[in-house]
């Protein structure tokens, strides 16, 4: 029984990371309805940007803070340079972007860095309460999830700004009628998007441990949970993403051996595609001809 | 008068196929000026060439400053107010995200929040629906609040595009009437693109009848109402 409330924790602990890479796709999907396969890369980067300011000396949470600053600046900054010119581009035209920013991250990083795996700190204590079944990173990043989540929320349900968002996602072309700078807001969707992102990154490097490959696989589990939880709609990757973690470490516990983990995470993408395709929440779409 | 908008050689394209041939119009400020003409004569397309959602040429000017080629947005924040074809709702959002949306230009929260009730003193169907789905609205709820939603920008003019599509005649005349009461109390002007050519004669000024992307005919609209060839091909009688 312990054992099982174990393995549920940390369940909870690594949903809260695909959670929030869910999040980040559905994000950018929901406006453009492209899915950011550089979302991961991304998310790499700014997790190394932290480990530099760490080895300069720099505290944790100050560090932290300057990641989720300059993550967010560098999606709006990627969204304005390089996705700005190819908006109206067929969908492949943007697959190709976000593959070639998938390499180019992924390269920089290892030119810059190098390839030697390096251990990421964790900023909560390495207290193990309750007879040894919750690691004190695994309460912590479940906690920093839940408050990103809410800050988001908060941002786009109650300010004029999350507000703006959500039209311009919605009806763009009405959106510009209101005077709403629709291409701006696709900006801002993106720099959203790579603040998440850092922040999924940095809570699952130590676990991980801290390399230019390191999000590949979390990518996967976050497109399994945003595609579960209705690839359009945002809450639904949330509660998408605790369901994968929890699955996914109940299986690899009991079932499959952790050997498999990551299959789960390809096994319910198919699933999810073949058998509803709209996910738990996410809405049917019908096309008028 | 002062002229609010003036349109010379106004031409426009959907890709390829061109939809304007060059129009010239006029409208005077607080006037309502209608455009007139049956499926497919560019009556929409000209409202969306004015506020640069499709490709256009010709010239422009709204209160003395050129306009063409500007982004839609901005266009809107001139104060060129705009109910769309097909009245484009946010329809998951609430009414009043809808109406709140329609003043995001604007920065005068004290005067956004008084426009706001009155809105829904004009339109009480609106008030009841506040923190409902705008998709759930029937149709002439969606009409209400697009017109109301356009208002919120405090515009000084305001584009119609077919307010009477696919509404029952009572709603109908009740739409037509509130939009006389707007112009004669608070002076916004009106650009009115209208099937419907009896009605949008009644409460126009003055009319332009567009066929097949060029103006055909125009004057003031008692005059167009005794005009033969207009009462038999678009007022039937």
Aim: aromatic share 8%.
């Amino acid at each position: 029984m312990e054992a099982l409330i174990q393995q549920v924790v940390a369940g909870l602990a690594n949903g809260g990371i695909y959670a929030s890479m869910g999040l980040a796709l559905v994000m950018i999907y929901q406006s453009t309805h492209h899915i950011n396969f550089a979302q991961g890369e991304m998310a790499m980067f700014s997790t190394f940007i932290a480990w530099a300011l760490l080895q300069a000396g720099w505290p944790y949470w100050g560090a932290f803070g300057a990641t989720v600053l300059i993550s967010f600046a560098g999606g709006l900054a990627i969204q304005r340079i390089i996705l700005k010119p190819v908006e109206k581009a067929p969908v492949l035209t943007n697959v190709i972007v976000f593959i070639g920013l998938l390499v180019i991250f992924n390269s920089l990083a290892g030119w810059i860095f190098d390839h030697t795996i390096k251990p990421f700190p964790s900023p909560f204590p390495k207290f193990t309460g309750a007879g040894k079944l919750i690691s004190g990173h695994d309460l912590g990043s479940i906690a920093v999830m839940l408050v990103v989540l809410a800050l988001l929320y908060s941002f786009l349900r109650f300010t004029p700004a999350g507000l703006a968002m959500r039209a311009a996602a919605q009806n763009p072309e009405s959106a510009r009628l209101v005077g709403i700078r629709v291409s701006w807001m696709l900006g801002v969707g993106w720099g959203l998007s790579a603040a998440i992102g850092a922040v999924a990154g940095m809570m699952v490097a130590p676990v991980v441990y801290l390399d230019p490959n390191m999000m590949g696989g979390i990518l996967l589990y976050g497109f399994a949970a945003a595609l579960l939880g209705g690839i359009d709609n945002p809450w639904g990757a949330v509660i998408g993403g605790f369901i994968v973690g929890v699955l996914e470490n109940l299986l690899g516990a009991y079932v499959i051996g952790t050997e498999l983990k990551l299959t789960v995470a390809l096994v319910l993408i198919v699933t999810i595609l073949t058998i509803k395709p709209n996910g738990l929440f996410g809405k049917a779409v019908v096309t008028r001809v | 008068m002062a002229r609010l908008l003036e349109v010379r050689g106004l031409t426009a394209f959907y890709g390829e196929t061109q939809a304007l041939f060059g129009i010239d119009f006029d409208l005077e400020e607080g006037g309502i000026t209608a455009l007139l003409g049956a499926n497919g004569a560019g009556k929409t397309t000209t409202l969306r060439a004015l506020c640069g959602a499709v490709k256009m040429r010709g010239s422009v000017r709204f209160a003395d400053q050129a306009i063409e080629g500007r982004a839609t947005e901005d266009i809107a924040r001139m104060g060129v107010a705009h109910v769309p074809d097909g009245r484009g709702t946010f329809s998951a959002l609430t009414v009043e995200e809808n109406l709140k949306l329609g003043a995001y230009t604007r920065r005068d929260r004290a005067g956004v929040a008084a426009d706001m009730k009155r809105m829904y003193a004009r339109f009480p169907r609106l008030k009841e629906r506040r923190a409902q789905q705008a998709g759930t609205l029937s149709g002439g709820e969606q009409q209400m609040l697009a017109i109301s939603r356009a208002l919120m920008l405090r515009p000084r003019l305001l584009l119609l595009d077919e307010p009477s599509f696919g509404l029952a005649p009572l709603m109908v005349g009740e739409i037509f009437a509130i939009l006389g009461e707007i112009n004669r109390e608070e002076g916004v002007s009106m650009l009115l693109v209208e099937q419907n050519a009896s009605l949008a004669l009644e409460l126009a000024g003055h009319a332009y009848l567009l066929e097949t992307g060029a103006i055909a005919l125009s004057g003031p609209s008692a005059a167009l109402r005794r005009d033969e060839t207009v009462r038999k091909a678009y007022l039937g009688y």
